[in-house]
């Protein structure tokens, strides 16, 4: 679950993820769905791709909470995102969202 929410966070598809660590997107998938367990050195390999300490991966282990909603959507909005490959739409995007968050 953390990786997936790290890897939308950063606007990274499944398929590219896969392609970074080399692996399948099949793999990368079973590892985001808890399907197949990451191995320490893969862990590692995920967390360096993404750009995260491995601890990273551990936060809240053992214990089970609902994300907020507002996290829910913020994930929403950057997998949305992500999709986007219009580097101009990405633009006008990124200058909206600055002059939204000032205005709040």
């Known amino acids: 679950m953390r990786i997936r929410e790290r890897r939308l ?12 660590i080399g692996v399948t997107f099949q793999q ?12 320490a050195g893969r862990l590692f390999e995920i967390a360096r791709e993404l750009e995260s300490p491995i601890a990273y ?11 907020l909603p507002q996290e829910s ?15 101009k739409l990405l ?9 939204l968050a000032v205005r709040d």
């Open 28 to 39: 990368a998938q079973k590892y985001e769905c808890g399907i197949t367990r990451v191995s």
């Open 73 to 87: 959507m913020l994930l929403d909005i950057a997998y949305l995102v992500g999709e986007i490959k219009s580097k």
């Open 57 to 67: 991966f551990f936060e809240g282990f053992g214990t089970v909470r609902q994300p």
């Open 91 to 99: 633009r006008a995007i990124r200058r909206l969202t600055r002059v």
């Open 9 to 20: 966070m950063l606007g990274i598809t499944q398929a590219q993820l896969a392609k970074m």
